[in-house]
Each structure stands twice: as C-alpha cells, then as structure tokens.
Nanobody, 114 residues
Framework: VQLVESGGGLVQAGGSLRLSCAAS????????MGWYRQGPGKERELVAR???????IYAEYVKGRFTISTDDAKNTMYLQMKNLKPEDTAVYYC?????????WGQGTLVTVSS
C-alpha cells in the first residue's frame, strides 16, 4: 500500500489548508484512517482518527478546526484545516491500517506564520 500526501505549505495564522492522502488500497480493505503530526522537537501525535464504520476521533487541540473526510471513489482521504495557529506547524502524516498492517505517507510540511 502506498500513501501519497499533498497540500502542505506556508499559511498565515487564521488561514486554511486542505491536505490530501491518496491510497493505492481500496476503501473496502482499510480498517482505520487517520492523520498524525510531528512538530519541531516534538513526538508524533494524533490529529484525527477514523475507524471504518466507527466514530471519528479528533485531538482536543484541533477539535472544531480540523475535519477529516474521504472520497472513496478516489481512494483519497482529506484533512481540512481551518483557523490555523502557529502551534499547528508540523509535518503531517497520513496513516492507514489495512488488514493488520499500518502504513504511513511520506509527510507534508505545514508552516503557520504568526
């Protein structure tokens, strides 16, 4: 399974970005999809997690600002980010669990300037 991310970039505080994660796996075989991020000098942390047929979970620090969604026809997952803050600056990774195995994208950098 290959995951290809896009959509990162530089944005001012209060702005918006939409990240995309295109997967080579079909949606029927994906058990969990999610986004994680790793800020400068920090450990990788959960942003949002969407189990197949389950309830989406958002980290408290993005709740109400970020939205995860999918386009099954395109095997693509999105992360819509609004009201971005400088502390959202990080490399964002998409993650999918297919069967019993987890896969990661290469990461896309989001930089939020104050």
């Amino acid at each position: 399974v290959q995951l290809v991310e896009s959509g990162g970039g530089l944005v001012q505080a209060g702005g918006s970005l939409r990240l995309s994660c295109a997967a080579s796996a079909t949606s029927l075989s994906i058990n969990v999809m999610g986004w994680y991020r790793q800020g400068p000098g920090k450990e990788r942390e959960l942003v949002a997690r969407m189990p197949s047929g389950g309830r989406t979970i958002y980290a408290e620090y993005v709740k109400g600002r970020f939205t995860i969604s999918t386009d099954d026809a395109k095997n693509t997952m999105y992360l819509q980010m609004k009201n971005l803050k400088p502390e959202d600056t990080a490399v964002y990774y998409c993650n999918m669990i297919v069967g019993m195995r987890g896969y990661w994208g290469q990461g896309t950098l989001v930089t939020v300037s104050s």
